[in-house]
């Protein structure tokens, strides 16, 4: 929808076990992307380790050990979430500025977004590419070189971040600092290419300047969180109550988020979650 405004063994074996689980519904041949599984569990969810209400922990360290309880706030992930908290394990956590601590406490708080916001039921390639525009008729998915009308929300990526407000030249300058070495035409190439685009789009998109530019940079999932944390998800529904942070209209806001005491308990068992994936 679009809003208003561990060791390593261990990993591996997480791995396996989705690829499982997810094989065969996807053509493009992205691992992780498939069928959705896993139904609602019946286990509650609660702030474990010494972690406060939101996620936070009250010390760094390495990678939490024990199995992965997929569960958050009371409901077992399907397989398609489960898939992009990978990616948030693998590529997000270990790329953001920080202490273990913050850097975890970050990206749980931009998993619950993008999970209450709904844009994690698709396969990965679908996630990678996602580009949903308001305009006078409602909410509508557009192509990866189209671009919304300005003044229009438009919510990209696995990180589900508005691209109003954020230009190419923010991100440029963010970008080496979680990519150290790697150029920017390289990180948009890498990024179309899991979205399962053909070589002319991403030849586009690499040439592209821009909003239809800052658009796939926020699609690179360490960016898209790194900058609608702090930016709008601290400020809007951690500190803040806005309203379209919470509620019941849809069914992923419903599980993760229909109260903000409810949307804090899933930020801790994202946390959790990360904690015992991440490095």
């Given amino acids: 929808m679009c809003s208003s405004r561990g060791p390593r063994v261990a990993l591996a074996s997480v791995v396996a076990l989705l690829l499982a ?40 360290g390495s990678r939490d050990a024990g199995p992965v309880d997929w569960t958050v706030n009371g409901h077992v992930l399907s397989a398609r979430e489960q898939a992009a908290m990978m990616v948030i394990a693998g590529d997000v956590v270990p790329r953001l500025e920080g202490s273990r601590d913050d850097r975890l406490t970050l990206s749980a708080r931009g998993a619950w977004w993008a999970l209450k916001e709904g844009t994690w039921e698709q396969s990965l390639p679908a996630i990678y590419g996602y580009s949903n525009c308001n305009s006078a008729s409602g909410d509508s998915t557009i192509g990866p070189t189209e671009v919304c009308e300005p003044g229009r929300a438009w919510q990209v990526g696995l990180a589900a971040v508005q691209v109003p407000g954020h230009g190419v030249a923010e991100l440029e300058a963010l970008a080496p600092k ?15 290419a899991k979205a399962g685009e053909a070589k002319a789009v991403s030849d586009e998109i690499v040439a592209s300047t821009g909003s239809l530019r800052a658009s796939w940079l926020l699609r690179v999932p360490a960016l898209g969180m790194a900058v609608v944390v ?27 988020a229909p109260t903000k005491g409810a949307a804090l308990v899933s930020i801790a068992d994202l946390r959790r979650i990360l904690a015992s994936l991440s490095p």
Avoid: H
């Fill in 178 to 192: 979680l990519f150290p070495g790697m150029a920017t035409a390289a990180l948009l190439a890498d990024v179309v």
């Fill in 21 to 60: 689980a997810c094989s065969g519904g996807d053509d493009s041949g992205a691992t992780f992307a498939g069928g959705a599984g896993g139904e609602d569990g019946a286990s509650g969810s609660s702030v474990e380790g010494g972690s406060t209400p939101d996620g936070g922990s009250a010390a760094d």
């Fill in 230 to 256: 702090p930016g709008e998800i601290v400020p809007e529904c951690i500190d803040g109550a806005k309203s379209w942070c919470f509620g019941s209209v849809w069914d992923e806001t419903k599980k993760f």
